[in-house]
Nanobody, 122 residues
Framework: QVQLVESGGGLVQAGASLRLSCAASGRSFMRYAIGWFRQAPGKERQFVATIGWSGDSTTYADSVKGRFTISRDNAKNTVYLQMNSLKPEDTAVYYC???????????????WGQGTQVTVSS
């Protein structure tokens, strides 16, 4: 099992950057792909990015491609989401999640953090 805790959210202006962190506890961290998802008020949870266990495989939602970068440091049991050129439409609660498969499908992820709020003002 793995427990996940997100941090790094906040209130920024459009065009700014933020880096989210997802800290994991548990020995099995390296067995999991880690994904980032987001949910805005009144909307469904949306895939953002995911990274395979080794860090060699990544994939992104079209809406964030070229602006967001996912990475992981297995020595620190941490996954990062670097978010650049933020837009108001990026405003949401951001969650990290763990899955034994490399996938964009949220229902496959069995472990979720509590979320961190990102608000981008125009």
């Amino acid at each position: 099992q793995v427990q996940l805790v997100e941090s790094g959210g906040g209130l920024v202006q459009a065009g700014a950057s933020l880096r989210l962190s997802c800290a994991a506890s548990g020995r099995s961290f390296m067995r999991y792909a880690i994904g980032w998802f987001r949910q805005a008020p009144g909307k469904e949870r949306q895939f953002v990015a995911t990274i395979g266990w080794s860090g060699d495989s990544t994939t992104y939602a079209d809406s964030v491609k070229g602006r967001f970068t996912i990475s992981r440091d297995n020595a620190k049991n941490t996954v990062y989401l670097q978010m650049n050129s933020l837009k108001p439409e990026d405003t949401a609660v951001y969650y990290c999640a763990g899955a034994t498969l490399f996938t964009t499908v949220p229902t496959v992820y069995g472990y979720w953090g509590q979320g961190t709020q990102v608000t981008v003002s125009s």
